[in-house]
């Protein structure tokens, strides 16, 4: 949803209002296009009393704002700080489409033992999905509600089980309902990182140099015999 900067105040007032009068918790994504300077992309989760508990702005928009190119053209950067709130639902955080695809920036929701992340994205028309985006559910113990335009909408549990989905392509399509675990698990990725990795990449080539010098050593033992 596009808007301009100063429709922002009265859509917040009637998402509220759309949250307390159906006794439901509300996420929604949308951009803003301001009059001067950059607009943001924002995501809300809205409690069901209609009360706005996370206002999170987006962190890695796509583009390069130097050559006005993408997203960057028209949105600022959001702070580096993933946002979290306690619900009857469990721990929720929400990011942005791309914001999920930064292994280290989501690794705080890992940290604060978030157990459902909000994630809506922009994705491509052609109804392809990043798959990369499940692995955060598997890294860091959460599980996942991603909504996508022109995407596939997924519910994932933090085993990566996809729970359910829908293709925006499908004209039949309506609601998906989908039932997450409300608590997340520890996962030792969340503290090690990629360190298990690169200790895994150090150790094989360090066999390169170790297989040249046995093997030149067995190569002067098999001169000797003969």
Known sequence: MMIDEEAEPRLKEELQRIANENDAYLSIS???????????????????????????????VTGLAELDIGEAKYFRKG???IQWADTPY???????????????YIRQAGRANVDIMLSSA????????????YMRT??????????????????VDYNGNVINQMDFAD??????????????????YTQIGDVLGWICVVGLVSFVPLS????????????QIT
């Open 30 to 60: 949308y951009g803003s296009y301001a009059k001067e300077g950059k607009g943001e992309n924002i995501h809300l989760l809205i409690d069901n009393h209609g009360n706005i508990v996370l206002d999170y702005p987006k962190r890695y």
């Open 79 to 81: 702070p580096e700080i």
């Open 90 to 104: 469990g721990r929720i955080a929400i990011t942005i489409c791309r914001d999920l695809e930064m292994t280290d």
């Open 122 to 133: 922009y994705e491509f028309e052609q109804g392809l999905v990043i798959h990369s985006t």
């Open 138 to 155: 598997i890294e860091y113990g959460f599980s996942l509600l991603r909504p996508a335009q022109h995407g596939i909408t997924v519910a």
């Open 171 to 188: 004209p039949g399509n309506g609601i998906m309902y989908a039932e997450l675990p409300t608590e997340g698990i520890n996962t030792l």
């Open 212 to 223: 040249i010098v046995l093997n030149s050593k067995h190569k002067k033992r098999k001169q």
